[in-house]
């Protein structure tokens, strides 16, 4: 079954200690992207990665990495949460063929996150 | 400037009745136009692209006027199972996909 996996599904921690979200998706996806969705903001993209070893800025990185050693893989890590980063985060990928258009992006189920 | 409004709602609505959902856009120079559906606590799934010529599938029609930077979503005959939050979704680029903070419907019965 083609699909994005996230995990953990729902994470509770604290200020400062270090984590990472798991994603992955078997659709040999070239473009990957990570979204935060915050009440009354909607969905804010974080980071995103058009292919292996290339990853860019979206409109809210701050205190956020991501990595792109695999094609499948696409981690988001935060060095030192804060309870500002309490959110629901959804990892999402698409195929990018040549053009301006997007193709279909497929999310994971989410991760929700409380920061202590 | 990059913006995608809507009217957050919610919309409530009898089963078999017709609704429509607005949205507007700030940047002239989006290439590509969305819909997507959220369940409650779930992840976004695409519901239908918007092209300029309008395009409808089953009970769903969606419409993009480029010049007023406006896209719409007509559902007719209004089922429970519609019941959802609708998220417009606008390409700038290959990169940079900005949703709106979406329009939340109940169907009842």
């Known amino acids: 079954e083609a699909q994005v996996t996230q995990n953990p599904r729902y994470l509770i921690t604290v200020t400062g200690k270090k984590l990472t979200v798991t994603c992955s998706q078997n659709?040999?996806?070239?473009?990957m992207s990570w979204y935060r969705q915050d009440p009354g903001l909607g969905l804010r993209q974080i980071y995103y990665?058009?292919?292996?070893?290339?990853?860019d800025k979206g409109d809210v990185p701050e205190g956020y990495k991501v990595s792109r050693k695999e094609k499948r893989n696409f981690p988001l890590i935060l060095e030192s949460p804060s309870p500002n980063q309490t959110s629901l985060y959804f990892c999402a990928s698409s195929s990018q063929t040549s053009g301006v258009s997007y193709n279909e992006q497929f999310f994971g189920p989410g991760t929700r996150l409380t920061v202590l | 400037r990059k913006e995608v409004e809507q009217d957050p709602g919610p919309f409530n609505v009898p089963e078999g009745a017709t609704v429509a959902f607005n949205c507007t856009y700030s940047n002239s120079a989006s290439q590509s136009f969305f819909w997507y559906r959220q369940d409650c606590r779930k992840e976004p799934k695409l519901l239908m692209s918007?092209?300029?010529s309008g395009n409808e599938d089953g009970r769903f029609t969606a419409q993009l006027n480029r010049a007023s930077q406006y896209i719409s979503l007509l559902i007719r005959d209004s089922k429970l199972s519609d019941s959802a939050t609708y998220l417009c979704?606008?390409?700038?680029?290959?990169?940079?996909?900005?949703f709106g903070k979406g329009t939340t419907l109940s169907v009842s019965s």
């Open positions: 659709m040999n996806h070239e473009y």
């Open positions: 918007v092209y300029s």
């Open positions: 990665s058009m292919n292996v070893e290339v990853t």
């Open positions: 979704v606008v390409g700038l680029s290959r990169t940079a996909l900005i």
